[in-house]
């Protein structure tokens, strides 16, 4: 199954992928890998503004949660999906997220993949960054979003106007392996590099 999951992986076979990993957990129990091919499929839906896999990649509840930056909540499967359809089929390009430090956690049957997006839009001359939480879960052996939730990130000279921290924040280290497994199932060998950190402004 491994060999066989590498292979869809470089063919950017992303569903065909995800359902071999399905295979491999029931084997395993490895469910965190699962997870984040669920999420995987969730940034592939937006890049190739297929609303069919985003469809599938949210639970068809009325419960449902997804948080739009600067937008009002959006609850229950259906207006999660229009949302979703507004941005993908909407008159301007869809933007283009590319989720980086990359965190994981499970607990039973729920888990939440959290992560920095940097996001280019045609609107904006520099990407865009925000912080991302996903929340999982699992529903008859499978895993399915059922709250989505991105804010933008201040920059540090508008936070300057707020406070000074006493001492500098941790460096967080990315999770390499699961950022590299999550891009090659959004989008194969891509080299382009959408994750630089810009300058910030004084």
Known sequence: LDSAIEDCIRNR???NAQTLWAQRSKLTGHDETEV???AASFYKAVKDRDMELMSRVWAPTDDVLCVH???QRQVGYADVLKSWGDIINGEFEPPRIRPAKIKCELRGSLAWVTCEEVVKHESAKKP???VATNVFKRIDSQW??????ASEVARKSYMRRFYEPAEPPAVEVDDGGMRIMMMNLIDGD???DDDEDDEDED
């Open 13 to 15: 076979e992303a569903r």
């Open 69 to 71: 930056p600067s937008q």
């Open 144 to 149: 399915y979003l059922v709250i989505h939730h």
């Open 190 to 192: 891509d080299d382009e």
């Open 36 to 38: 984040l091919a669920a």
């Open 128 to 130: 865009l960054h925000f």
